[in-house]
T-cell receptor, first 115, second 115 residues
Framework: AQTVTQSQPEMSVQEAETVTLSCTYDTSESDYYLFWYKQPPSRQMILVIRQEAYKQQNATENRFSVNFQKAAKSFSLKISDSQLGDAAMYFC????????????FGAGTILRVKS | EAQVTQNPRYLITVTGKKLTVTCSQN?????MSWYRQDPGLGLRQIYY???????DKGDVPEGYKVSRKEKRNFPLILESPSPNQTSLYFC??????????????FGPGTRLLVL
């Protein structure tokens, strides 16, 4: 079974600084996607970024970028120029290419942004 | 506006009293899914549906039922709720059931407390 591990229950960052959230996963598949979701206090699930396993280039979305290390099964999220609005729970998730398959989530990392 | 709606948003009930959480999407999506979110466990899939009248169990289906009589609706039924079903529930949908990179749209969540 696939598993996703987020080893940092909580992280803090100073406003305008950079923070990296860690995620590792376990799979024997070769075709899959990885995602980072943001969950602010409103509890809404917001897709931040996605990475296809076959693409070597790391995905980037504005201030958010990933470091995808396929061999190491690692998928970290870097947030640059942190803003107060980045404070949220962040979930790493995995989804393989299989009919009807699910998103497998990590336990989440709470990110606090200090002003 | 493309969206997934859930009702109710908050519910307090007592053990054994049947309840239904509704989920509706207006995007003509084929794939719909229910997740529950618990502290330290992230989100886990309860049930999913690949199209009308096609449903299957996820990772934690015990104590839940679903139905998919119409494409837009995917209600979650708790026939006899128990305190261990106290959780935050999310409905999600996407157009295709076998494209792992496709964006899944999440509802706003339903906070359930079973006394």
């Amino acid at each position: 079974a696939q598993t996703v591990t987020q080893s940092q229950p909580e992280m803090s960052v100073q406003e305008a600084e950079t923070v990296t959230l860690s995620c590792t996963y376990d799979t024997s598949e070769s075709d899959y996607y990885l995602f980072w979701y943001k969950q602010p206090p409103s509890r809404q699930m917001i897709l931040v970024i996605r990475q296809e396993a076959y693409k070597q280039q790391n995905a980037t979305e504005n201030r958010f970028s990933v470091n995808f290390q396929k061999a190491a099964k690692s998928f970290s999220l870097k947030i640059s120029d942190s803003q107060l609005g980045d404070a949220a729970m962040y979930f790493c998730a995995y989804r393989r290419r299989r009919y009807g398959n699910k998103l497998v989530f990590g336990a989440g990392t709470i990110l606090r942004v200090k002003s | 506006e493309a969206q997934v709606t859930q009702n109710p948003r908050y519910l307090i009930t007592v053990t054994g009293k049947k309840l239904t959480v509704t989920c509706s999407q207006n995007m003509n999506h084929e794939y719909m899914s229910w997740y529950r979110q618990d502290p330290g466990l992230g989100l886990r899939q309860i049930y999913y549906s690949m199209n009308v009248e096609v449903t299957d169990k996820g990772d934690v289906p015990e104590g839940y039922k679903v139905s998919r009589k119409e494409k837009r609706n995917f209600p979650l039924i708790l026939e006899s709720p128990s305190p261990n079903q106290t959780s935050l529930y999310f409905c999600a949908s996407s157009f295709s059931p076998d494209n792992p990179g496709e964006t899944q749209y999440f509802g706003p969540g339903t906070r359930l407390l079973v006394l």
